[in-house]
């Protein structure tokens, strides 16, 4: 049993089946052969051996004449590998005596070589990287045309892959992946994000495991604890198993409160919205008893299909949501695509800092016709109910006053054309940057809410890369600078009677329930799944108290200490919550 830690980013335990994804996307399950079959597979085996063959010395052939031949022998060590007697028996044998289906035996085999070299502490572990090449070359010649990707997953799995892209997750069927984790990727990247929306447990950043483990082995997926646990014993599935009877009657528990409104004890209102990135996610808001929808992240429509979305594909995914909604508040965000969120074909070539530069409403205002696009479908959809319209990564008031001229301009066209839409649609912006932050006292008088992205200012605050696993550490809502931002966000709007919500994974984490209320805030947007234990902390607490917790958190200087604080005090209220069961009150 193997027990590997990474980042928790959708809750949620599953156990199942693993299918491995290496860095290729190769699918390699566990399969056997017939035993009448092991000489045609041997033979299969040989010619993929003989391919690769082929393919290294074509390569090296080519770098000879251009390089010389010093850097031939790096390709004459890897025919060298290819070709060791040991490593030919050892995959002749899996075959022949374990029946193992050549691909499997090539993974497995090669895998356990690279680990071998992994394990040294010197300059030879990268020889690992040599042999997964030599494996990727074997299975592409073994798999040829039969090559399974993502797409192709038809029963239940849980994928184990080098890194998925947020597009990658995008398209995640459902169905049948019960859960994923990967090698790379961190706390704050879109593909946690979608990752929540779509309800799939989801661990990341856990750092090299793949040569640890084979496609249909058993695994367990923490979600809850940003563990994967590989070849698990009999007593730790039988452990899971009943977590996951647990966490049934805890959702049916939370099941009662649905219907209740979100006050608390001294009887505060607080509006819970769902964030959502497809239409269908609209019903489970809905299902959790959601006061609308506060975050509806529409670049996903981008991410999820091959060609650019007309304008009807945008007015018929707004549509869906605002009548699912039924007369609820929906807030479209205009497209926030770039940095980890990119289209393959529009990647530019010398972005080499993303997150720092064409991205969101930066991109939208260079690309006009598909800004207009946007806009008349979420104009369109504001006549079928109480649609509101939201800007991204706002940094100037310039951007603010450009995007809701091409708006100005987009209803004119409208109107002129007969084209129904509501010429009142309430205009916000996210507060993501702290230049945002800095200046909102001047941006609010020129928006009608505002709704702060912690996901992004955390990472613009603290300067560090979301996503990346490396300085996740780093990564922090709690760090009194974030804190700073989002009190005077939240004062500002309040004292502008500007509505304001904080619609980051921030607001969706009930640890930090108290301090957003303490700091004022009265409007959280958050995963669907969060919903209903973000509703049960609320009503378990009064305003007058968080007002406390906010203070004291504001005072301290490290993020760890304002961390160890606020858990404190959330197992106190959760303590007392259980022990008076005032959830349900
Ligand atoms: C945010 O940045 O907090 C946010 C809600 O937007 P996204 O996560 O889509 O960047
Ligand atoms: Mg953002």
């Known amino acids: ?122 300059h030879i572990a990268q020889r690992a990287h040599d042999i997964y090449d030599i494996e990727k070359s074997l299975l592409r010649n073994l798999l040829g045309q039969r090559r399974e990707t993502l797409a192709a997953i038809s ?67 923490d979600g809850n604890q940003g563990l994967i646990i590989l070849q698990p014993d009999e007593e730790t599935i039988a452990q899971y198993r009943q977590e996951l009877e647990a966490a049934r009657t805890v959702a049916a528990e939370l099941d009662l409160i649905r219907d209740l409104p979100a006050e608390t ?125 939201m800007f991204p990564l706002i940094s100037t008031i310039i951007e603010l006053r450009q995007a809701r ?13 007969g084209i129904a839409f509501n010429p009142k649609m309430p205009v916000g912006m996210m507060v993501e940057t702290p230049a945002a932050a800095l200046m909102l006292d001047a941006l609010v008088k020129e928006v009608d809410f505002v709704s702060v992205g912690t996901n992004d200012l955390i990472q613009y605050t603290l300067a560090v890369d979301r996503g990346n696993k490396d300085v996740a550490e780093l990564y922090n809502a709690c760090d009194p600078a974030v804190l700073r931002l989002l009190r005077s966000s939240l004062d500002v709007a309040n004292a502008a009677g500007v509505p304001a919500n904080v619609c980051g994974q921030m607001s969706g984490s009930v640890m930090y329930t108290q301090l957003l209320l303490g700091l004022g805030l009265r409007h959280m947007s958050v995963p669907a799944s969060a919903i209903p234990e973000v509703k049960q902390v609320v009503r378990s607490v009064s305003v007058a108290e968080c007002r406390l917790v906010a203070e004291k958190a504001l005072t301290m200087d490290g993020a760890r200490e304002v961390k160890a604080y606020l858990r404190d005090q959330f197992n106190r209220r959760l303590a007392r919550a259980v022990a008076g069961g005032d959830a349900a009150r």
């Open 155 to 221: 029963q239940p799995v849980v994928v184990l892959a080098h890194n998925l892209t947020p597009s990658e997750t995008a398209n995640l069927d459902r169905r049948f992946v019960k859960g994923f984790a990967t090698e790379l990727g961190g706390p704050g990247s879109h593909t946690a994000i979608v990752a929540e929306g779509l309800e799939i447990p989801a661990v990341v950043g856990i750092g090299p495991f793949l040569a640890d483990v084979s496609g249909g082995e058993p695994v367990i997926l």
């Open 265 to 389: 004890t001294d009887g505060v209102r607080i509006q819970i919205t769902g964030n959502i990135e497809f239409p269908d996610e609209a019903e489970h808001c809905i299902a959790r008893g959601c006061d609308g929808i506060g975050l509806y992240r529409t670049e996903f429509l981008y991410l999820r299909s091959r060609r650019e979305p007309s304008e009807d594909d945008h007015f018929a995914a707004y549509g869906a949501v605002v009548r699912a909604m039924n007369g609820k508040p929906v807030v479209i965000r205009t497209l926030d695509l770039g940095a980890d969120k990119m289209l393959t074909e529009s990647r530019p070539e010398e972005d080499r800092n993303p997150c720092l530069g064409l991205r969101s409403i930066r991109l939208s205002l260079r690309q006009l016709p598909v800004f207009r696009t946007q806009l008349r479908a979420i104009l369109r959809a504001s006549a079928l109910g109480d649609v509101r319209v």
């Open 405 to 417: 001229m091409v708006l100005a301009d987009v209803m004119e066209d409208l109107l002129e054309h």
């Open 1 to 122: 049993m193997l027990k590997l830690q990474g980042f928790a980013v959708s809750p949620g335990v599953t156990i199942g089946e693993a299918l491995v994804l290496g860095t290729e996307g190769f699918r390699i399950p566990r399969r056997f052969v017939e035993r009448s079959a092991v000489d045609t597979e041997l033979a299969r085996l040989q010619a993929a051996v003989a391919e690769t063959t082929r393919e290294v010395e074509r390569n090296r052939d080519a770098i000879r004449s251009e390089l010389g031949d010093q850097y031939a022998a790096i390709f004459d060590a890897h025919l060298a590998m290819l070709h060791d007697e040991r490593l030919q028996q050892e995959l002749t044998s899996a075959v022949r005596d374990r029946n193992w289906w050549p691909e499997y035996a090539v993974s497995r085999t090669l895998r356990r070589y690279a680990k071998a070299f992994q394990n040294l502490d010197n």
